[in-house]
Nanobody, 124 residues
Framework: QVQVVESGGGLVQAGDSLRLSCSASGRSFSSYRMGWFRQAPGKDRAAVAAISWSYATDYADSVKGRFTISRDNAKNTVYLQMSSLKLEDTAVYYC??????????????????WGQGTQVTVSS
């Protein structure tokens, strides 16, 4: 069983930056595809960014150029650096792990392990 834990959410103003962190247990972390998803009230959980075992990255159109996903395999940690935050970025952000060597964002159903979520609120 892989345990996933997010941290770093909070309340920020529009235009600010914020970095989320996600740690995942397991000796095979370096082979996982790791993804960030978000869910706003009344909306489905949607993929935001993903990074493969080979460091290939993919982003939702809504965050391209503003968000950056990265990973540190030595720390079993993945990060989501969010810049130029907008009101519409407000959501609960979830980190997820896919133990298969896949690429791209993928759907939520392709990820086996999930964190509890961290709230990001962007105010005007």
């Amino acid at each position: 069983q892989v345990q996933v834990v997010e941290s770093g959410g909070g309340l920020v103003q529009a235009g600010d930056s914020l970095r989320l962190s996600c740690s995942a247990s397991g000796r095979s972390f370096s082979s996982y595809r790791m993804g960030w998803f978000r869910q706003a009230p009344g909306k489905d959980r949607a993929a935001v960014a993903a990074i493969s075992w080979s460091y290939a990255t993919d982003y939702a159109d809504s965050v391209k150029g503003r968000f950056t996903i990265s990973r540190d395999n030595a720390k079993n940690t993945v990060y989501l650096q969010m810049s130029s935050l907008k009101l519409e970025d407000t959501a609960v952000y979830y980190c997820a792990a896919d133990p298969r060597r896949k690429y791209g964002l993928g759907s939520r159903y392709e990820y086996d392990y999930w964190g509890q979520g961290t709230q990001v609120t962007v105010s005007s």
